[in-house]
């Protein structure tokens, strides 16, 4: 049990776990305060180490020089530096440079935080287990829980740390190659048994007598390491496996262990990082792949704002939650950008038969970090390289390049995305959706999206929601859809249709979201009789064989409505948890009919209404479809059931497949976060061929040139970001100094098309710089 929290800064501490987070976390605590006794203990010996070298980026290496010049100096003095990144495919050697790495030996740099200690007081221990976490608790003001990925401390207090740990598909090892490497290297080696990959970069400079030291880590799907026989192999052999794996790469030169072992990576998230007067530090507290660098990075950072927080914050309870305040929200995104690196390695053979370039660049932006402005800052002629291959013209961003879906031509891949307004009146659209939809319109998006067109008045989610079910609906439609047509020539409309399920008869959204109405509810409908929220929402009817006939003949009778009021392409909503996504997820198909069971049989009815709707859609007309690529719920769709759900419309005739997730079950608990959702189409794409709309918090144009020239998706639908600018697209072209086809201002507006100029707040800049004794007698003269 943890002691009894200590008022006032801690006097006496104790640091569990001696790697850099435990050991730069008491240099710092005994610097700001030399009274302070402080002990750390590391069950290992002092030279013992696992892995080779680390990575630190210049905004760390600048906290470390602010806080202890000492340690800083000494670790400048040992660093390897580079800028370019090699990215090798298929035997062709791709650079880009301007990256900036800095890196040094593992042990170097715990011999250097070692000194530091002693320099200072700190006690340190080794091969030595720390007490009991409750122990030192007990005994001491302040317990740091620097132990690591398999802390003993989180273990014993997980009831109040409520750690989570998820396990990833790939293997991995931790080597090293007595040379230096001249860049950060990535390379693949495609054998019969699957494809597998090495990270690779150096961390220790050549010198008299020495070549220099790399770090290479090579890691594989569990699968492909299985079936190549490497998990019944021991360290030496595993590495010399490796070492003929990627004999070019090595210059046929040998790779050494270090107690290396295959292991599969885990990511560690905890629901809180102290209590009582234990605070967890570094991988105890959270973990990131090591594919973007940044455990020993986040290590460190954890250290300085711990160090600050105990400083700053006089009473140890509030230091603690200031240090949690400020470092979670950094971890989070790191965590986010490693999850999205870790999984495009783990799907890395869906990219191998990309051009060299455009695989290089997916590479370099896999984890959503490194965009395309970003590179395109670092490395000009990179970038300029990748997009000439894919084809891109001269000073044109890659979101403006047309796109043809069947009959429709796109002028850019941009996409208004649906968005429920909740302002009609008995589903009839009226000025305000001429004026929201005519705006974004005259906006620049390539294709415009209409909210959800419900298909029956039992088919609205609440009385506000927009219908296609009257000749008054289809006439109102087709006023908005003229309009912007007329005033923005070159603009698609599409319109998407869906029925509420058992998701409708609910308030408007700034009433109450998800709320039944308080008066004048409709019943519903679903696939099984299930209530969304329990306890709070309506119990829907399970549809039987005529309301399944009745449902689809609704919305094939809204789809003829459509293609009379002009629309460009129709949009099936199978997402959302509304009625035909409802069939797809069994979280809320239950039915035991040809229309429940199996991923096939819940596929059933919706492919049947996308087939119907399809035999009346204009044969020129494109038709997609939007899915929850995953239910964000234990037992629901996932992932790889996106992927058969995707194919199979695909197979049906959708032309392009909108990607969102979640919304289906009320319990869902999502993984937010910048452009979250995009892997999933990026999946979809890569792995079936078919062509994909992203969406998710995609929200600059920057992320939407890096998924559109990386391959990762062939529209961007963005929302909120519509709501908040109706002329994004065309910002987004004049911030990029951009004028063309892809972006046509329309005539009454094009005078609008620059920025306009704001006042200035620059000073004349000094033409004459003078000093010594010249400057003197030019003031004294």
């Known amino acids: 049990m943890a002691g009894p929290v200590t008022a006032g800064r801690p006097a006496r501490i104790a640091v569990v776990g001696g790697g850099p987070a435990g050991l730069y976390a008491a240099v710092l605590l005994a610097r700001l305060d030399p009274r302070r006794e402080i002990t750390v203990w590391e069950?290992?010996?002092?030279?013992?180490?696992?892995?080779?070298?680390?990575?630190?980026?210049?905004?760390?290496?600048?906290?470390?020089?602010?806080?202890?010049?000492?340690?800083?100096?000494?670790?400048?003095?040992?660093?390897?530096?580079?800028?370019?990144?090699?990215?090798?495919?298929?035997?062709?050697?791709?650079?880009?440079?301007?990256?900036?790495?800095?890196?040094?030996?593992?042990?170097?740099?715990?011999?250097?935080?070692?000194?530091?200690?002693?320099?200072?007081?700190?006690?340190?221990?080794?091969?030595?287990?720390?007490?009991?976490?409750?122990?030192?608790?007990?005994?001491?003001?302040?317990?740091?829980?620097?132990?690591?990925?398999?802390?003993?401390?989180?273990?014993?207090?997980?009831?109040?740390?409520?750690?989570?740990?998820?396990?990833?598909?790939?293997?991995?090892?931790?080597?090293?190659?007595?040379?230096?490497?001249?860049?950060?290297?990535?390379?693949?080696?495609?054998?019969?048994?699957?494809?597998?990959?090495?990270?690779?970069?150096?961390?220790a400079r050549p010198a008299p007598g020495s070549a220099g030291a790399s770090t290479v880590i090579v890691e594989a799907r569990e699968e492909v390491w299985r079936r190549a026989g490497l998990d019944g192999l021991g360290e030496q052999e595993s590495a010399d496996a490796c070492a003929k794996l990627f004999a070019d790469a090595l210059g046929g030169r040998p790779l050494r262990g270090n107690g290396s072992q295959w292991t599969a990576f885990r990511t560690v998230v905890n629901e809180r990082w102290s209590h009582g007067n234990t605070v967890l530090l570094g991988d105890a507290a959270h973990t990131a792949h090591f594919s973007i660098g940044s455990g020993t990075k986040l290590a460190v950072e954890d250290a300085l704002a711990l160090a600050a927080a105990l400083q700053e914050h006089p009473e140890l309870p509030e230091a603690l939650a200031a240090y949690e305040a400020e470092r979670r929200p950094v971890v989070e995104s790191t965590q986010r950008a490693a999850r999205a690196s870790l999984e495009w390695f783990e799907n890395l053979s869906l990219y191998l038969d990309q051009p060299p370039r455009q695989f290089a660049f997916n590479l370099l932006t896999r984890s959503r970090r490194v965009t395309h402005d970003n590179l395109r800052l670092r490395d000009t002629g990179f970038v300029?390289?990748?997009?000439?291959?894919?084809?891109?013209?001269?000073?044109?961003?890659?979101?403006?390049?047309?796109?043809?879906?069947?009959?429709?031509?796109?002028?850019?891949?941009?996409?208004?995305?649906?968005?429920?307004?909740?302002?009609?009146?008995?589903?009839?659209?009226?000025?305000?959706?001429?004026?929201?939809?005519?705006?974004?319109?005259?906006?620049?998006?390539?294709?415009?999206?209409?909210?959800?067109?419900?298909?029956?008045?039992?088919?609205?989610?609440?009385?506000?929601?927009?219908?296609?079910?009257?000749?008054?609906?289809?006439?109102?439609?087709?006023?908005?859809?003229?309009?912007?047509?007329?005033?923005?020539?070159?603009?698609?409309?599409?319109?998407?249709?869906?029925?509420?399920?058992?998701?409708?008869?609910?308030?408007?959204?700034?009433?109450?979201?998800?709320?039944?109405?308080?008066?004048?509810?409709?019943?519903?409908?679903?696939?099984?009789?299930?209530?969304?929220?329990?306890?709070?929402?309506?119990?829907?009817?399970?549809?039987?064989?005529?309301?399944?006939?009745?449902?689809?003949?609704?919305?094939?009778?809204?789809?003829?409505?459509?293609?009379?009021?002009?629309?460009?392409?129709?949009?099936?909503?199978?997402?959302?948890?509304?009625?035909?996504?409802?069939?797809?997820?069994?979280?809320?198909?239950?039915?035991?009919?040809?229309?429940?069971?199996?991923?096939?049989?819940?596929?059933?009815?919706?492919?049947?209404v996308f087939d119907a709707v399809r035999a009346v859609w204009p044969r020129e007309s494109p038709m997609t479809v939007r899915i929850s690529a995953t239910d964000w719920a234990e037992g629901g769709t996932t992932a790889e059931d996106a992927v058969t759900i995707a194919a199979a419309f695909a197979d049906h005739g959708a032309d392009a497949v909108d990607v969102s997730t979640g919304q289906v079950v009320a319990h869902e608990r999502p993984e937010y976060g910048r452009s979250y959702q995009a892997p999933f189409a990026d999946r979809i794409r890569n792995e079936l061929g078919v062509p994909v709309i992203a969406v998710g918090a995609i929200s600059s144009w920057d992320d939407v040139n890096s998924l559109i020239l990386a391959g990762r998706a062939d529209l961007c639908a963005l929302a909120r970001p519509h709501l908040y600018d109706p002329q994004w697209t065309l910002h987004a072209a004049a911030e990029q100094e951009y004028s063309g086809p892809g972006a046509p201002w329309p005539l009454p507006y094009r005078a609008g098309s620059r920025k306009p100029p704001t006042g200035r707040t620059d000073g004349p800049r000094p033409r004459l710089a003078l000093d010594g004794p010249v400057a003197d007698r030019a003031v004294t003269g």
């Open 384 to 608: 300029s390289a990748v997009e000439r291959e894919a084809e891109v013209p001269d000073g044109t961003p890659p979101m403006f390049t047309p796109f043809r879906l069947r009959g429709l031509t796109l002028r850019n891949r941009v996409v208004v995305s649906p968005m429920d307004m909740y302002s009609a009146q008995d589903g009839i659209p009226g000025d305000f959706h001429l004026v929201h939809l005519g705006g974004r319109a005259l906006g620049g998006a390539g294709l415009v999206m209409t909210e959800m067109v419900c298909v029956s008045p039992r088919g609205r989610i609440t009385p506000g929601c927009a219908g296609l079910y009257t000749d008054t609906h289809e006439a109102a439609w087709r006023r908005i859809v003229d309009f912007a047509h007329a005033q923005s020539p070159g603009v698609a409309v599409g319109v998407q249709l869906g029925h509420s399920g058992r998701k409708g008869s609910t308030r408007l959204m700034w009433e109450g979201i998800d709320d039944p109405l308080p008066e004048g509810n409709w019943p519903l409908v679903a696939p099984s009789p299930l209530p969304y929220r329990p306890g709070v929402s309506q119990i829907p009817e399970a549809l039987d064989t005529d309301g399944l006939t009745a449902v689809r003949d609704q919305f094939v009778a809204a789809a003829e409505r459509a293609a009379r009021a002009g629309f460009d392409l129709l949009e099936l909503h199978c997402a959302h948890g509304y009625l035909l996504s409802g069939f797809l997820s069994p979280l809320t198909n239950r039915r035991t009919d040809a229309y429940g069971g199996s991923l096939r049989a819940r596929l059933r009815y919706p492919l049947e």
């Open 43 to 203: 069950r290992n010996a002092s030279d013992r180490t696992f892995g080779f070298g680390v990575v630190l980026s210049d905004e760390t290496l600048g906290g470390i020089e602010h806080a202890d010049p000492a340690v800083h100096t000494a670790l400048s003095r040992e660093f390897v530096r580079w800028d370019d990144i090699d990215v090798v495919h298929r035997g062709r050697t791709l650079t880009s440079g301007g990256h900036g790495f800095a890196a040094l030996g593992r042990r170097r740099l715990l011999e250097i935080l070692h000194q530091r200690c002693r320099d200072l007081g700190v006690r340190l221990h080794f091969e030595a287990p720390a007490p009991s976490a409750a122990s030192l608790a007990r005994s001491h003001d302040l317990v740091i829980a620097a132990d690591g990925v398999h802390s003993a401390t989180r273990q014993a207090h997980a009831d109040a740390f409520r750690p989570r740990l998820t396990t990833h598909r790939c293997r991995y090892i931790w080597l090293a190659a007595d040379f230096a490497l001249e860049a950060f290297r990535f390379e693949t080696a495609e054998t019969a048994h699957g494809v597998l990959q090495l990270h690779g970069y150096p961390y």
